[in-house]
């Protein structure tokens, strides 16, 4: 799944080590797209080597890739949204359509209205 839209948070890392005494860091951060409703989405980057390559600074226009999973804790479901992919979303240069010269429009044939026998039983004219 794809989200694209703009980072408007960046959140403290996360460190620790698992149960097999392997260090993990994680991060999250939040991006909001540019609907008419805006809508904002919070994703986990996870390993340090990601989150330096990912590099994701404030106010970048990014497009995340991302999975979702769902995890069972206490009788509670908690969502994970975890981000596998970052892309910058290149800014799109305004592109200038030359200008056209304004002909002079003319107006179309005048026709004449059409005629209907009066045998004719449809009355619509078309």
Avoid at 43 to 67: A, C, H, P, R, Y
């Amino acid at each position: 799944m794809e989200f694209t839209g703009k980072i408007i948070a960046i959140l403290s890392p996360k460190e620790g080590v698992s149960k097999t005494g392997n260090a993990w860091k994680a991060q999250e951060f939040v991006v909001e797209n540019h609907d008419q409703y805006p809508r904002k989405m919070c994703f986990e980057v996870f390993g340090g080597d990601k989150i330096e390559q990912f590099n994701i600074q404030m106010g970048e226009e990014l497009t995340v890739s991302f999975d979702i999973d769902a995890r069972q804790w206490n009788d509670r479901w908690f969502n994970s949204i975890r981000a596998w992919k970052v892309d910058r979303v290149a800014a799109q240069p305004m592109m200038q359509q030359p200008m056209q010269s304004a002909a002079p429009m003319t107006p179309p044939p005048a026709t004449s209205a059409p005629q209907f026998s009066a045998d004719n039983n449809d009355d619509l004219p078309f």
